[in-house]
């Protein structure tokens, strides 16, 4: 199974010297476009991901993903584990139910994410289900960069993530001279 995953992080790859819009730099990206936009090899990911949290978490009762491409990535895993699944938005610091599914308080959850950059989101998605009574069992993700600030929860990942991750004024690769292949990314 972490093989079949491995080989689908494999073609979201995208080598080079890389300037993410939040800042950071690094030494490339992955494109999870090239999984979600193909719903067979989106639940082929979603299948391994759910066999993972049934191992990792037993006992959750509800998927939680953030609106928009996590939102369809927790209801392909959600599909997979028989569990009910609810969209969070994230607005700023807040983040709040899509009325398709605001659940009572009592809930144990876990979030369904697909890649994971500085954890800015994920955090903010922990608070505030905490916030509306609901425990947090943990975090599932198919691969998270090093240097994330992970909120205080068990995390699981598909895969380690294959790139580095710099600050743009530490970046080896801007101290080496060498140009940007990409620019504007947010993974
Ligand atoms: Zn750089």
Redesign the pocket.
Known sequence: MLYRAGVTLDVMRRDG?T?FRNGL?GDGWLEKGEVTRDPARLDTLAATQAGQIARAFPGATLVVGASQCGAVLAAFVARHLGLPVAFLNVEGEGAFFHRMHVPEPGERVVLAEDLICTCQDARVLVRSLRERGHEVLGLSAWAVRDGAALPEVPVTTLAAHPYRT?A?EA????AGG?G?AWGGVRE
């Not at 970046?171 to 801007?174: I, Q, Y």
């Open positions: 010297h300037a730099h710099f743009a970046c080896r690769l801007c060498e940007l």
